[in-house]
């Protein structure tokens, strides 16, 4: 059965780094597309980034300049390094990867950014 974990969240101050991860157990294969979300609470669910093992890459405006998500083939792990934290970075963030054709979802790391 494949699970799928993110790691690396934590409290961080504003202009703060952090580097989160996202990695796949219990499959061979390889995470094709890794995408980032992040829910602050009350909200919905809101992507911020994608990645495939091909290279292309896409991020939503609001992260631009400010999150880079990669993924480390050799590992099969899934990065987002957000620079520059702000305060409305604050909420749980999810990884949705694809592995042959099928999605799975991560249980989410809290980043929290406060002084």
């Known amino acids: 059965q494949v699970q799928v974990g993110e790691s690396g969240g934590g409290l961080v101050q504003p202009g703060g780094t952090l580097r989160l991860s996202c990695v796949a157990s219990?499959?061979?294969?390889?995470?094709?597309?890794v995408a980032w979300y992040r829910q602050a609470q009350g909200n919905q669910r809101e992507w911020n980034a994608t990645?495939?093992?091909?290279?292309?890459?896409n991020y939503a405006d609001s992260v631009k300049g400010r999150f880079a998500v990669s993924i480390d083939n050799a590992k099969n792990e899934g990065i987002l390094q957000i620079n520059n934290l702000q305060l409305e970075d604050t909420g749980v963030y999810y990884c949705?990867?694809?592995?042959?054709?099928?999605?799975?979802w991560g249980q989410g790391t809290q980043v929290t950014v406060s002084s």
């Open positions: 990645r495939l093992r091909a290279g292309a890459y």
């Open positions: 949705k990867t694809t592995i042959r054709t099928r999605e799975y």
């Open positions: 219990g499959t061979a294969f390889d995470m094709n597309i």
